[in-house]
């Protein structure tokens, strides 16, 4: 179910958040969503005043991600999923689309913090539990095909962006297909499962 978190007490940093309110054109509408919720406050020019450093609740954010999603829609969701990684810095081991996907979870985990703990440790690569997962595997190594469960409170919409852009990064010939359109978040399930071909 998306917008629902798995946990309560969850927290997700300010760049996050930021990264979603600087895909629009028109920031005031996500803003004055944002600063209802609770997360930050709005600046002069109607714009959110986030600390990127810091950190805000994840289901106060999930509650404003939903009243953007409402007003403004599924298309605008996946064009802003898909400038998400546009901006983003990748991990040195990202060298293709397999680690590309791959490092979707890893970036995940470290933009949430759980009891104060950020929720990916780079030393030990382990993850705490609490916000799902984007679950990479590649059915045969031969083929070019990547399957990627969405197990998370995020929309299918806006994840469905992220993967195309992060795809298309490193296979510009690169498309997504939902699997089983019946199971997916938008209606209730809680998990979305795609699958990546070039
Ligand atoms: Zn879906």
Redesign the pocket.
């Known amino acids: 179910m998306q917008f629902r978190a798995f946990e309560p007490g969850i927290e997700v940093n300010g760049q996050t958040v930021w990264a979603l309110v600087d895909g629009f054109q028109n920031k005031a509408t996500p803003s004055r969503m944002l600063v209802e919720e609770g997360i930050g406050t709005l600046g002069p020019d109607g714009v959110v005043q986030l600390d990127r450093e810091g950190w805000y609740s994840q289901e106060a954010w999930l509650r404003a991600f939903e009243k953007i999603f409402a007003a403004l829609g599924p298309q605008a969701l996946f064009n802003i999923g898909q400038r998400i990684p546009e901006n983003a810095i990748f991990p040195k081991w990202v060298d293709g689309i397999d680690s590309g996907v791959r490092s979707i979870d890893v970036a995940y985990h470290l933009n949430h913090r759980k009891a104060g703990v950020v929720m990916y440790d780079p030393q030990t690569q382990a993850m705490l539990p609490g916000i799902g997962h984007y679950r990479y595997e590649r059915p045969h190594p031969q083929k070019p095909l990547i399957v990627v469960e969405c197990r998370n409170p995020y929309p299918?919409d806006f994840d469905r962006g992220i993967l195309t852009a992060i795809a298309r990064r490193f296979e510009p010939t690169a498309s997504l297909v939902?699997l089983d359109e019946h199971r997916?978040?938008?209606t209730g399930a809680d998990a979305?499962t795609y699958h990546v071909k070039w």
Request: some cysteine.
């Open positions: 299918c939902h997916c978040r938008a979305c």
